[in-house]
């Protein structure tokens, strides 16, 4: 089993920053990439970053290319999300997300929600305007 453990969600104004980190442990496995999404109430998971694990290529959403950074530690098999300008509607709990290793990779695949294997359990970010 892998265990996703999100950290570093809280309240912000807009305009602030916050940094995301997400950690795996347990069983070892080749990673394909980590991903984070967010969800707001009501609404559906969307994508917001991916990093591949052995490249380092990044992916983003539009509404947050720009402003947010994925990056990787590999020793520490850590993830982080760096979210700068940060608005209100980017309000949501914010998820983070591995895929195994993969021969597989149709067009934005790194976008589907279904291509991920392991789920962190959530961290909650609040922007106030």
């Known amino acids: 089993q892998v265990h996703l453990v999100e950290s570093g969600g809280g309240w912000v104004q807009a305009g602030g920053s916050l940094r995301l980190s997400c950690t795996a442990s347990?069983?070892?496995?080749?990673?394909?990439?980590m991903g984070w999404f967010r969800k707001v109430p009501g609404k559906e998971r969307d994508f917001v970053a991916a990093?591949?694990?052995?490249?380092?290529?990044?992916y983003y959403a539009d509404s947050v290319r720009g402003r947010f950074t994925i990056s990787r530690h590999s020793a520490n098999v850590t993830a982080y999300l760096e979210m700068n300008s940060l608005q209100p509607e980017d309000t949501a709990i914010y998820y983070c997300?591995?895929?195994?290793?993969?021969?597989?990779?149709?067009?934005?695949?790194?976008?589907?929600?279904?291509?991920?294997?392991?789920w962190g359990q959530g961290t909650q970010v609040t922007v106030s305007s």
């Open positions: 347990g069983r070892t496995f080749t990673r394909e990439a």
């Open positions: 990093i591949s694990w052995k490249t380092g290529y990044k």
């Open positions: 997300a591995v895929r195994p290793a993969s021969t597989s990779f149709p067009i934005g695949w790194f976008r589907d929600e279904d291509t991920y294997t392991f």
